[in-house]
């Protein structure tokens, strides 16, 4: 006989849970037309140190969606105008919300409208009422397995940071959140000197050891709230939120450093490497025009000898 953890025990336990991981809190979107009901299930969930959005109007979700990015998505079944299928079918057919899971929390206990709603879209089915213990497990156990999810699919193979396209989405994202905040965003872009002769030199397999303790080495000296995606080949493309240009170019300038001391080895010989860093201040412009502005002040650190930082 196991005894039953109660809400608080099970709360701090979640909660360890969360900062063991030092992450950000898992987020739920809570989607349903009454409000008294929704806050309610939003206040057991934050509680257990979930960060929630409830949206009572089902037509605004795309807006809700592309400002919270959720990890799981809480769908009530029926509403006005939209049922809940309805409106998960849409969410489905936009590629970036395919891998955000959907669960229906509703009253409906027939086994057939249950089956209809996840033949439509969705991923599984919370049947109200509910305790607001096992509401809590039931979400939180499905935002850390599609985090991981994410995460895998969002990060490159050989160097663990974010893909091309995911780390100019959260450029964006940092952008209008740097607009709410008023806080300054600065964004490097970073590229290793003369790589081709490294290859040619060392072979491919060296050169990618080099590309991964680039990545390593940018990983050990940024902040945890930092971004780092590897933009191409060996090319990588930083978003440091709060971080003015001055403050950028300094802490780029002591990478840089770093990096240029590391000793390689290969064929027991010894080389060293360089990067040269472009640096802008993202401004409320486009987030392409922003990496433009990065990629400029890349190409004169470029042509002003490598082994630089501009800004
Ligand atoms: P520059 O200082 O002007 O940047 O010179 P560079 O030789 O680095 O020039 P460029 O950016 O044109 O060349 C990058 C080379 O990096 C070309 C490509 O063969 C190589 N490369 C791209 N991706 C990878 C990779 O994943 N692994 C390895 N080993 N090499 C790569
Ligand atoms: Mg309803
Ligand atoms: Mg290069
Ligand atoms: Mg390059």
Not at 82 to 95: K, M, T
Not at 173 to 194: G, K, N, T, W
Not at 212 to 241: I, M, S, W
């Amino acid at each position: 006989f196991v005894k039953p953890l109660n809400t608080t025990e099970l709360e701090a336990r979640l909660r360890q849970q969360l900062s063991r991981n030092e992450r950000e809190p898992f987020r739920v979107m809570l989607v349903d037309d009454d409000q008294l009901l929704a806050e309610h299930y939003a206040l057991v969930l934050r509680q257990g140190g979930l960060l929630v959005e409830v949206l009572s109007e089902p037509a605004l979700i795309f807006e809700s969606l592309k400002q919270f990015h959720p990890d799981v998505i809480l769908l009530d079944v029926n509403m006005p105008f939209c049922s809940g299928p309805e409106l998960a079918q849409l969410v489905r057919l936009q590629q970036a919300w395919l891998g955000v899971p959907i669960i229906y929390l509703s009253s409906e206990t027939d086994g057939e409208q249950q089956l209809a709603a996840l033949i439509k879209a969705g991923d599984d089915f919370i049947t109200k009422p509910i305790t607001d213990t096992a509401l809590l497990v039931a979400v939180f156990a499905r935002a850390q397995r599609a985090r991981q999810l994410a995460d895998i699919m969002t990060r490159d193979s050989l160097t663990g940071l974010l893909q091309h396209a995911h780390i100019k989405e959260r450029l964006a994202l940092e952008m209008l959140r740097a607009v709410r905040s008023s806080q300054p965003v600065s964004v490097v872009m970073l590229d290793i000197d003369h790589f081709k002769k490294v290859n040619d030199n060392y072979g491919h397999l060296i050169g990618d050891q080099v590309i991964a303790n680039l990545a390593n080495l940018l990983k050990q000296q940024l902040r945890k709230t930092d971004l780092v995606g590897r933009y191409g080949g060996e090319e990588f493309l930083l978003v440091l939120p709060d971080c003015s240009v001055e403050r950028a170019f300094t802490l780029i300038e002591q990478v840089r450093e770093l990096f240029a001391a590391l000793p390689f080895t290969a064929a027991e010989q010894r080389f060293f490497c360089s990067f040269s860093a472009g640096i802008c201040a993202a401004t409320q412009e486009h987030a392409d025009l922003v990496i433009d502005k990065a990629d400029q002040a890349l190409y004169r650190a470029k042509s002003s000898g490598r082994n630089c930082t501009v800004l």
